[in-house]
C-alpha cells in the first residue's frame, strides 16, 4: 500500500486491522501515526488505546491486548514502535496473529526498515499493509516548503524558497523545525522574505560548501582553505566534507555534460534530480571547469577518501592538499 492509499483508508475510517509503517523519513511516519491514533475517539483511548516500544512488552502480553475487544468503541488500537527490533522468534509468535488478526483491533507496527525477503513479512502484506515513507527528492522539497507554510496562512518569496531550499537541514523533521521557527519570527501570517529566511535559517555548512567550491573553479586558493578551516572550526567531521564535496563536483560535472550536449537549462534540474532552484548556480561553477578537470578532480577525491580511511595523515592537511591540487589543475 502506498501512503496516498492508506491516507485515503485513514479519512474513510477504514483502517486496516495491520499496519506496518516504515522507511526514512520520520516526519511522515510520526505523521501517519496521529492520524490513525485520531481514529479512536479521544474520549475512548484510555481504553482502547495502547502504545510500547520494541521489546518492552513480552509479544504474547501485545497479542493479548489485540485479542481484547473494544470499550465504547469501534476498534481497539495496539501501536508498537521500534518493532524493527523484535527478535525473530517474537516474529513468528506474532506470525500467527497476522495470519488471523482480531478486526475490532489495529495492530500498528513502526520501524526503520523491514526485509520483505522474511515469511512474517510476506504474510503481513497479504492480511495487512506494508506502508514504506521516503526521503523526498531535493526538487520535490520546494512544493513541500509551499504547502507547509500555505495551510499555516504564510507564503515564501521566490528568493526566500531558494534559500531555505539551500539552507534547511537532511530531513523533513529538521526542515518543518525551520519553518515553525520562521513563521513565528515573521508572525500573524503573511509574506516570508529572503531577510527573514538569513535571519533565522542557518546552514554553513551547505553555504560553505558551494562557496568553497565556487573559490576554487576561481582560483581563489586563499578563500576555498578559509573556508575549509570554517568547516573544522565548527566540528564537521572531515569525511562528510569530502563527501559534501564529492556530491558536489558529481553534479556539476553532470551540469556541465548537460549544458555541452545543449540541454536547455528548464530540463537540467529535472535530469540532474535536483532542486531547480540551484540550476543557475550550478550552471555558473560547472562553466568553470572542463571535461579533464572533472576527471582529474575525481582521481584526487578518491585518492583523499582512501587517505582519510586508512593513513595516520592529518586530515585537515590532506583535504587542504586536495583544495590545492585542484585548484592549481591546467584549464
Same mark, same amino acid.
Given at each position: 500500500m502506498t501512503p496516498a492509499e492508506l491516507g485515503k483508508t485513514i479519512r474513510g475510517n477504514k483502517v486496516p486491522p495491520l499496519v506496518y509503517l516504515y522507511g526514512p523519513e520520520q516526519f511522515f511516519v510520526d505523521q501517519a501515526v496521529g492520524q490513525i491514533t485520531a481514529t479512536i475517539p479521544p474520549d475512548a483511548q484510555d481504553?482502547?488505546?495502547?502504545?510500547?516500544? =520494541?521489546?518492552?512488552? +513480552?509479544?504474547?502480553?501485545?497479542?493479548?491486548?489485540?485479542?481484547?475487544? @473494544?470499550?465504547?468503541?469501534?476498534?481497539?488500537?495496539?501501536?508498537?514502535?521500534?518493532?524493527?527490533?523484535?527478535?525473530?522468534?517474537?516474529?513468528? $509468535?506474532? *506470525?500467527?496473529?497476522? &495470519?488471523? +488478526?482480531? +478486526?475490532?483491533?489495529?495492530?500498528?507496527?513502526? =520501524?526503520?526498515?523491514?526485509?520483505?525477503?522474511?515469511?512474517?513479512? *510476506?504474510?503481513?502484506?497479504?492480511?495487512?499493509?506494508l506502508v514504506e515513507y521516503k526521503r523526498l527528492y531535493d526538487n520535490q522539497l520546494p512544493a513541500f516548503v509551499r504547502d507547509y507554510v500555505a495551510g499555516r496562512n504564510f507564503q515564501l518569496t521566490e528568493d526566500a524558497l531558494a534559500l531555505f531550499s539551500r539552507r534547511c537541514g537532511a530531513t523533513l523533521q529538521e526542515v518543518v523545525g525551520e519553518l515553525?521557527?520562521?513563521?513565528?519570527?515573521?508572525?500573524?501570517?503573511?509574506?516570508?522574505?529572503?531577510?527573514?529566511?538569513?535571519?533565522?535559517?542557518?546552514?554553513?555548512?551547505?553555504?560553505?560548501?558551494?562557496?568553497?567550491?565556487?573559490?576554487? =573553479? *576561481?582560483?581563489?586558493?586563499?578563500?576555498?582553505?578559509?573556508?575549509?578551516?570554517?568547516?573544522?572550526? &565548527? =566540528?564537521?567531521? @572531515?569525511?562528510?566534507?569530502?563527501?559534501?564535496?564529492?556530491?558536489?563536483?558529481?553534479?556539476?560535472?553532470?551540469?556541465?555534460?548537460?549544458?555541452?550536449?545543449?540541454?536547455?537549462? $528548464?530540463?537540467?534540474?529535472?535530469?540532474?534530480?535536483?532542486n531547480p532552484y540551484f540550476v543557475d548556480g550550478l550552471m555558473s561553477q560547472a562553466r568553470l571547469f572542463g571535461r579533464r578537470q572533472f576527471k582529474s578532480t575525481f582521481e584526487r577525491l578518491l585518492a583523499t577518501d582512501l587517505a582519510l580511511k586508512s593513513s595516520g595523515g592529518s586530515p585537515a592537511a590532506l583535504l587542504e592538499q586536495l583544495l590545492l591540487d585542484i585548484a592549481r589543475l591546467p584549464e
Open positions: 481504553f482502547n488505546l495502547q502504545v510500547a516500544h =520494541g521489546r518492552d512488552i +513480552p509479544i504474547e502480553t501485545l497479542i493479548d491486548s489485540l485479542r481484547t475487544f @473494544p470499550v465504547f468503541a469501534d476498534r481497539r488500537l495496539v501501536v508498537l514502535r521500534n518493532a524493527d527490533k523484535l527478535s525473530a522468534s517474537d516474529l513468528e $509468535t506474532l *506470525q500467527a496473529y497476522i &495470519e488471523d +488478526p482480531v +478486526p475490532e483491533s489495529i495492530l500498528l507496527l513502526v =520501524g526503520e526498515k523491514i526485509d520483505k525477503r522474511k515469511k512474517f513479512f *510476506q504474510q503481513f502484506a497479504k492480511h495487512g499493509a515553525d521557527k520562521l513563521m513565528q519570527y515573521v508572525g500573524d501570517g503573511g509574506l516570508i522574505d529572503v531577510e527573514d529566511v538569513r535571519q533565522i535559517v542557518s546552514d554553513t555548512r551547505t553555504d560553505s560548501i558551494f562557496d568553497m567550491t565556487n573559490a576554487i =573553479g *576561481q582560483r581563489q586558493v586563499g578563500e576555498a582553505l578559509r573556508l575549509l578551516g570554517r568547516l573544522l572550526a &565548527e =566540528g564537521i567531521v @572531515p569525511l562528510v566534507i569530502l563527501s559534501m564535496l564529492t556530491r558536489h563536483f558529481r553534479q556539476l560535472w553532470m551540469t556541465r555534460e548537460l549544458l555541452d550536449e545543449g540541454v536547455a537549462r $528548464t530540463d537540467l534540474a529535472r535530469r540532474i534530480g535536483i
